[in-house]
């Protein structure tokens, strides 16, 4: 889970929580940083109003 920050002009994704990604409060998974990277670009992609 990711918390998703924004204003007009930029966002942040902050991790939240996750189940099967070993965070151990400092290392996680590198499964997480790809589907971020996916989010991010995703959410990139979205046309702006």
Do not use: W
């Not at 007009?8 to 997480?32: A, H, K, M, Q």
């Amino acid at each position: 889970m990711v918390d998703i920050l924004h204003d007009p002009r930029r966002f942040s994704i902050r991790y939240s929580g996750s189940s099967n990604l070993n965070y151990d409060g400092t290392n996680i998974n590198s499964d997480y940083n790809s589907h971020v990277q996916r989010l991010h670009r995703a959410i990139l992609s979205q046309p702006t109003t």
